[in-house]
C-alpha cells in the first residue's frame, strides 16, 4: 500500500517518536517509530562514546530498509543526534537513500563530512540539524518538491547551500570542513555575500560555523532567522533594509564589534546580541522603537547612544554592561531587570518622558540618587533592589502605582521621601505609605509625630532605617509585598487594629525582632512572612479576647510565644462566655442558655464567628473549638 505524507505529519513523526524497538542491523543502530506500519529511524550507537559511536562510513551503508526479527521496516528518518559529533568520511559524498523523509533536530550536528546529497523523498528537516556542521556541501537530488541547493561562489571557492525550493531561503550552509580533509586545500567558510536571490535566512542557518568572519547582506533580506549566527565568529553586521525582521538570539555569543542598522528599523527582538562581548560601543538609529529582551545583555559596551523615537526598553535589555551613564531621552517603558547589574551605572537622565519603571530594573546599579521624573506613574517592587549606594529615593506626585518596597537592600538609604502634591503616597517615620486615593496631599514637612490623614498601606520601611521601633500607624490595612525586607534594625513591630493583610516577605530576612503587638482582632490574613528566628523568639502580643483565633490562624500560630494583652474595653478570652479565665463546656452551657432564656453573657466573647451577632453558628464554632482545639 502506498504511503503518503504531509509535512505536518511528518513532524509529528520526528518530534513525537517514542521508541517501541531498538536494534542495529549493519552499520547502524535503528529505533521503531511508534504508531507507524513498521517504520524505523536511525538513532546514536551510543551517546557515551565519542562521535556517536559511528565511524568512517560511506553512501552504500545506508539502507531503504533493514529486516530484524523477521520484520522489514522501512528507513524513513535520520533520528535526532543521530550523528552527532560523527567524521563520517571527510571526502566522499554521502547519498541518503530514497525513502527517508525527515532529518530531526541535531542529526548531523558538529558532523564532519565531505558533502551530503539528499533525495527527493525528504520532506522534513528540523531547524538545527545542521548546527556547527563542518561540512563541505549541501545537495538536493532534482525532483523534491520542497528543497534545493544552491551554489554560491565565495572567493574562490564553491558552496552549494541547502535551501527551499524556490531557492530564496537558506535553510542550511555549509560550514568549514578543515584543511586536512581537504584534497585543494583550505575549504573554510569564512566569508560569504548573500545571493542576491535571496530574501530570507533560515533559523540557525549558520548556526556555530567555527570560522564565518563576514556577511553582507543585500538590500532585499527580509528576515534574519532565529539563531542565524549564533555563535559565529562574525565581527560586523550591517543591515541595510529597515524593513528586515531580526529573529530572537541571531548574533548572540559572536564576535560582533560592529553595528550599522538602517534608519526607519522599528524594533530589536529577544537576545539579537547578547553576550557579544567585542561589543565596545552602541549607537541605535532613529526610528527604532523598542529593543527586546536581553537584546544587548551582558556586552561589554561602555557607551549607548539611545534613539529619540525609542520608547521601550524591554526586559534585561542593556543588562550587565560597564557604561556609567544612559540617557533614556523619550523612553517611556524601562523593564524588568533592564539595567540589572550595570556595575559602573551612576547616572541616568532623560526628557522626563518615562513612566513606569518595572522590578529590579536598576539591580546593583551604584546609583545614589534613584532617577524618578515627574510624569512617571508605575514603579515595581524592588526597582532598585541591591543598590547600596542609593541614599535619595523621592517619589513623584505623578505616580499612582507602586507594588511594594522599591528598594530592598539599598543599605544606603534612610528615608523615603514623597513630591509635594502626591495624592496617592505619603513618607511617614521615613517609611512610605499609600493613601487610598485622593485623601491625603502631603506637605513638604511634617512635625515628628504628626501622622498624615487616610494612611492605607505600608509600602516600604528603608533598609538603611536607623530605628528599631516599626509603628505602624491606625487606618493602615495592608502590609506590602517586602516592605520592611532586611530592615535589621527592627527589634519590635507595632500593627494596628485596622490590619487586615500582611504580603509575602514582608519582614523576610529580618532576625532581630522580639517582639511583634498586633491590635487587629480578627488575625490579619498572613502566611510565614516572618522569619524563623523571630516566630521561635520573639512574643507575639494580640487583644485577649483574640487570643485562641491568633494561636489557630496561618502564619501566626507559627509563633511559639503568644500571649493576650488587655486593652481595657474588651472581654477577655474568645470563647470564655461566663468569664471564668478558661474556656469549657460551661461556657456551650451558657451560651444555649442565653439563646433559649436570655441569659445574661458576656456577648462579645461569644460571637466566635465575629460577625456582631450571638446565634446558634456560634455554638457549633465554641463545641468544636473545645473538641479540637482549633477555631474553624
Known amino acids: 500500500m502506498k504511503r503518503y505524507f504531509t509535512l505536518f505529519s511528518v513532524c509529528l513523526l520526528a518530534v513525537c517518536a517514542l521508541a517501541q524497538t531498538q536494534f542495529t542491523s549493519g552499520k547502524f543502530k535503528y529505533e521503531v517509530i511508534e504508531g507507524t506500519d513498521n517504520m524505523v529511524q536511525i538513532i546514536p550507537k551510543s551517546l557515551s562514546e565519542s562521535g556517536a559511536g559511528y565511524g568512517n562510513l560511506v553512501s552504500s551503508d545506508f539502507k531503504s530498509s533493514v529486516t530484524y526479527g523477521g520484520v522489514t521496516y522501512a528507513v524513513v528518518g535520520i533520528g535526532a543526534n543521530a550523528f552527532y559529533r560523527c567524521t563520517l568520511n571527510d571526502q566522499a559524498i554521502l547519498q541518503l537513500p530514497e525513502g527517508i523523509i525527515f532529518i530531526d533536530e541535531g542529526a548531523f550536528s558538529y558532523t564532519e563530512l565531505g558533502s551530503l546529497k539528499m533525495p527527493t523523498t525528504l520532506q522534513f528537516i528540523a531547524e538545527t540539524a545542521f548546527n556547527n556542521n563542518k561540512f563541505g556541501g549541501m545537495t538536493v537530488l532534482a525532483g523534491n518538491p520542497y528543497f534545493a541547493h544552491l551554489a554560491s561562489t565565495q572567493g574562490n571557492v564553491t558552496y552549494t547551500m541547502l535551501t527551499n525550493k524556490e531557492k530564496t531561503k537558506i535553510i542550511a550552509a555549509p560550514g568549514a570542513k578543515p584543511t586536512q580533509f581537504s584534497s585543494s586545500g583550505t575549504t573554510y567558510l569564512t566569508s560569504i555575500t548573500i545571493p542576491d536571490q535571496i530574501t530570507e535566512i533560515g533559523d540557525y542557518a549558520f548556526y556555530g560555523n567555527p570560522t564565518l568572519k563576514t556577511v553582507n547582506f543585500h538590500a532585499g533580506i527580509t528576515r534574519i532567522g532565529m539563531g542565524a549566527f549564533y555563535e559565529t565568529l562574525l565581527t560586523r553586521v550591517n543591515i541595510p533594509n529597515p524593513d528586515c525582521e531580526i529573529g530572537n538570539s541571531c548574533f548572540s555569543n559572536s564576535q560582533v564589534s560592529s553595528i550599522t542598522l538602517p534608519q526607519g528599523m522599528k524594533k530589536l527582538g529577544r537576545h539579537v546580541f547578547f553576550y557579544c562581548l567585542n561589543l565596545t560601543s552602541l549607537t541605535l538609529p532613529e526610528g527604532m522603537e523598542e529593543i527586546g529582551m536581553m537584546c544587548f545583555g551582558s556586552c561589554n559596551l561602555t557607551s549607548v547612544n539611545l534613539p529619540s523615537t525609542l520608547v521601550k526598553l524591554d526586559s534585561c535589555a542593556l543588562m550587565d554592561n560597564p557604561f556609567t551613564s544612559i540617557n533614556l531621552k523619550n523612553v517611556k517603558f524601562v523593564g524588568r531587570q533592564a539595567f540589572s547589574q550595570c556595575m559602573n551605572l551612576t547616572t541616568v537622565t532623560s526628557n ?281
Not at 534613584?370 to 533592589?385: D, S, V
Not at 528599631?468 to 517586602?482: C, D, F, K, W, Y
Request: hydrophobic share 40%.
Open 352 to 632: 522626563g518622558m518615562l513612566e513606569e519603571i518595572d522590578g529590579a530594573a536598576f539591580t546593583r546599579c551604584p546609583l545614589t540618587t534613584a532617577y524618578l521624573p515627574e510624569g512617571m506613574q508605575t514603579i515595581i517592587m524592588n526597582a532598585y533592589f541591591r543598590c547600596t549606594n542609593l541614599n535619595s529615593f523621592t517619589v513623584p506626585s505623578t505616580v499612582t502605582t507602586i507594588t511594594g518596597n522599591p528598594c530592598v537592600g539599598a543599605t544606603a538609604l534612610r528615608a523615603f521621601n514623597v513630591a509635594e502634591g502626591s495624592e496617592y503616597f505619603a513618607a511617614y517615620d521615613g517609611c512610605l505609605y499609600a493613601t487610598g486615593g485622593n485623601t491625603v496631599k502631603p506637605e513638604a514637612t511634617r512635625a515628628d509625630g504628626d501622622v498624615p490623614a487616610g494612611l492605607t498601606a505600608l509600602v516600604g520601611v528603608p533598609t538603611g532605617w536607623q530605628q528599631s521601633v516599626l509603628r505602624v500607624p491606625e487606618g493602615v490595612t495592608v502590609i506590602a509585598n517586602q516592605a520592611a525586607r532586611e530592615a535589621t534594625s527592627i527589634t519590635e513591630v507595632e500593627l494596628p487594629s485596622t490590619l487586615v493583610e500582611i504580603r509575602p516577605s514582608a519582614f523576610s530576612s529580618i532576625t532581630g525582632i522580639n517582639r511583634v503587638t498586633c491590635m487587629a482582632t480578627t488575625p490579619p490574613v498572613s502566611g510565614n512572612y516572618f522569619t524563623d528566628a523571630v516566630y521561635e523568639n520573639a512574643t507575639l502580643y494580640v487583644p485577649m479576647r483574640s487570643l485562641e483565633l491568633y494561636k489557630s490562624a496561618e502564619g501566626w500560630s507559627r509563633f511559639l510565644n503568644i500571649e493576650g494583652i488587655d486593652t481595657g474595653d474588651e472581654p477577655g478570652i474568645m470563647g470564655d462566655v461566663n468569664m471564668d479565665g478558661s474556656v469549657g463546656v460551661g461556657d456551650v452551657t451558657n451560651l444555649i442558655d442565653h439563646l433559649l432564656n436570655g441569659l445574661t453573657i458576656d456577648e462579645t466573647a461569644a460571637d466566635c464567628d465575629q460577625n456582631g451577632q450571638v446565634d446558634v453558628t456560634d455554638v457549633t464554632i465554641l463545641i468544636d473549638y473545645i473538641l479540637n482545639g482549633t477555631w474553624q
